[in-house]
T-cell receptor, first 114, second 111 residues
């Protein structure tokens, strides 16, 4: 069964450092998303990406965040200068389209900022 | 923007009992309501979804109901089993793209 894969599963970083989280979406999917979940809280939308550009972003997704699809398979989330409050589980998701059904989530990348 | 409220935050049932989780949403334009199950250390996994043109949907032991007028929807799990223990999230969206999640319900099914 096709799945969304994410790396790393866990990353520990110092405050102020740059972090890149990587995702390989399901191969025939065209819509890609990043969500995050702070420990014990709800899953929050960060950004959606289609046709090589951001289609929607939340207030959380400020100038410290960026996304790109550098090649045909990877979809990355970069945090330029991490803050303590960026510590969370980051989930990548992909889907076939905005009107065609479910989002498939990866298992997440846990980011710990010290 | 959309706001989704979910209750209860925890739910403990005995194996074989039914479990009901309720959500309300604020944006009357929302038209897609999925339910996700999240097991420890894993990503959310879709278990059932409903669109606004349908009032109820069933899949074996799981059912979802939607009341558009009242802007609430519920997840019903019958004949619960220990493997149903997980955190369940409801969500709402316009279309299927940006999901707004509820805060989650931790369901514990005791043997």
């Amino acid at each position: 069964e096709p799945e969304v894969t994410q790396t790393p599963s866990h990353q520990v970083t110092q405050m102020g450092q740059e972090v890149i989280l990587r995702c390989v979406p399901i191969s025939n999917h065209l819509y890609f998303y990043w969500y995050r979940q702070i420990l014990g809280q709800k899953v929050e939308f960060l950004v959606s990406f289609y046709n090589n550009e951001i289609s929607e972003k939340s207030e959380i997704f400020d100038d410290q965040f960026s996304v790109e699809r550098p090649d045909g398979s990877n979809f990355t989330l970069k945090i330029r200068s991490t803050k303590l409050e960026d510590s969370a589980m980051y989930f990548c998701a992909s889907g076939t389209g905005p009107n065609t059904g479910e989002l498939f989530f990866g298992e997440g990348s846990r980011l710990t900022v010290l | 923007g959309e706001n989704v409220e979910q209750h209860p935050s925890t739910l403990s049932v005995q194996e074989g009992d039914s479990a009901v989780i309720k959500c309300t949403y604020s944006d009357s334009a929302s038209n897609y309501f999925p339910w996700y199950k999240q097991e420890l250390g894993k990503g959310p996994q879709l278990i059932i979804d409903i669109r606004s043109n349908v009032g109820e949907k069933k899949d074996q032991r799981i059912a979802v109901t939607l009341n558009k007028t009242a802007k609430h929807f519920s997840l019903h799990i019958t004949e619960t089993q220990p493997e149903d223990s997980a955190v369940y999230f409801c969500a709402a969206s316009k279309g299927y793209s940006t999901l707004t999640f509820g805060k989650g319900t931790m369901l514990l099914v005791s043997p």
